[in-house]
């Protein structure tokens, strides 16, 4: 997930909002979470993990600190994530190494951290959400702020990150700056609680939908033949698709992650069948922000 917004926007507190919306850890999930987590010293003995972590780092972390490694060849940020949230604020701000690295990781699910004394392969299942401003001053959209540079400093700022990582976005998010005069409203919308059982109800079918395959616990770990069987979209849907894929150019990665996100929506609108509007919204998510990879 890409969050682009001004920096008065509510970025930050949209991602820490999400562990609390995340199922409970499942006693596979929260065992693997423990065992790197006790490698990393962050368990005290005889302890386990029974949250969803949430894992920040700040933008100057090096390689090192975020895929892994160093003396004993520790997991990285990217590794104490697994089974919960990595969150990149200033996203663009991250060198450009280090984000070329997450490409990998993203697509296996793993990380391999090779040095001279060691050979060390750790889980890296994580929900990656990451948070830029639109440009570098991060007034692009308001003209009365904006630097002289607008709209170029847009592309140029957003332009850090390559087209294969931004490929691997699945949603992404413009999110409008809070005016003050809304910050005495009451609150809108549907309550974490709320949303949590949502969520805790369409992986709940995922579970039982995926008990018989080994390597698929959620619809994000969907490809080849099953991600065929289970995600495929009706025929108005995959119209729709087809033509959204030859008029933004999507990839064969891009094409394959709409139809992981238009299955979960369907999993959330209690829905056996992919259809058309699933489609269309897993469609709008990919497109936002000017970005039609």
Known sequence: MLLVGSPGSDKSMLAARLPSIMPPLSPTEALETSMIHSLAGLLSEGGISR???FREPHHTASMAAIV???KGAKPGEI???HNGVLFMDEFPEFPRPVLETLRQPIETG????ARANAHVRYPCKFLLVAAANPCKCGYLADPARACAKVPICGEDYLGRISGPLMDRFDLRIEVPPVAYTDLDLPPSGDTSQTVAARVADARAKQTARYAGHDRIRVNADLEGPVLEEVAAPDAE???LLARVAQKFGLSA???HRVLRVARTIADLDHSDNVRSQQVAEAVSFRIAVGVKS
């Open 110 to 113: 793993d990380v391999v951290i």
């Open 68 to 70: 892994g490694g160093g």
């Open 79 to 81: 590794s104490l994530a």
């Open 253 to 255: 990665r891009g094409y």
């Open 237 to 239: 849907g995959r119209d």
């Open 51 to 53: 949250v969803r972590p």
